[in-house]
């Protein structure tokens, strides 16, 4: 079975400081692994996924086999940045995808 | 295109009562999901559509919940009877592959209070 874990239920840092919002996976294949954000008062959309290897708004996230986790970082924080994030994994070819419980981050100033 | 169209957007019922949540995917999208999201769990799949026909109902909780897919256009989400722990927002998305090709649409959500 496919599972994903996000430890932080709330992460709060200060503008310009950089962001870590952590993400790890357990499922025995090989997994596409994605990140989706949602904005106060808009819908739940892609932020970016694994095998697109792109930075969207200055995040990044890498994927670490060895260590089953797909972590998302950015630099330097804006106040814009704070929203729910989601990490969720689909099985390789598969459709079902699975998210985790969500990470607030809130960007103060 | 208007995206993903859920309704309503908020629904207050009684406990025992029926429930029927209604979803309008992006017209040309196979593939059509529903969510649940709450503060404990996150957000998890209940089921999935793909070409109208069911594929994967294994997250619907108990037979007091059922979905349907009458046509392309059209999905309801059905509680009944619904209970207080039903509260939550039930969200609805579609796809045009269902692949990581293609991302997920969601709309935005309807907020269901059981009291």
């Known amino acids: 079975a496919q599972r994903v874990t996000q430890p932080e239920k709330l992460l709060s840092v200060f503008k310009g400081a950089p962001v870590e919002l952590k993400c790890n996976y357990s499922y025995s294949g090989s997994p596409e692994l994605f990140w989706y954000v949602q904005y106060s008062r808009q819908r739940l959309q892609l932020l970016l996924r694994h095998i697109s290897r792109e930075s969207i708004k200055g995040f990044t996230a890498d994927l670490n086999k060895g260590e089953t986790s797909f972590h998302l970082k950015k630099p330097f924080a804006q106040e814009e940045d704070s929203a729910m994030y989601y990490c969720a994994l689909m099985p390789g070819g598969g459709n079902k995808l699975t998210f985790g419980t969500g990470t607030q981050l809130k960007v103060e100033l | 295109d208007a995206g993903v169209i859920q309704s309503p957007r908020h629904e207050v019922t009684e406990m025992g009562q029926e429930v029927t949540l209604r979803c309008k995917p992006i017209?040309?999208?196979?593939?059509l999901f529903w969510y649940r999201q709450t503060m404990m769990r996150g957000l998890e799949l209940l089921i999935y559509f793909n070409n109208n026909v069911p594929i994967d109902d294994s997250g619907m909780p108990e037979d007091r919940f059922s979905a349907k897919m009458p046509n392309a256009s059209f999905s309801t989400l059905k509680i009944q009877p619904s209970e207080p722990r039903d509260s939550a927002v039930y969200f609805c998305?579609?796809?045009?592959?269902?692949?990581?090709?293609?991302?997920?649409?969601f709309g935005n959500g309807t907020r269901l209070t059981v009291t």
């Open positions: 017209s040309g999208h196979d593939y």
């Open positions: 998305a579609s796809s045009s592959s269902g692949t990581g090709d293609s991302p997920l649409h």
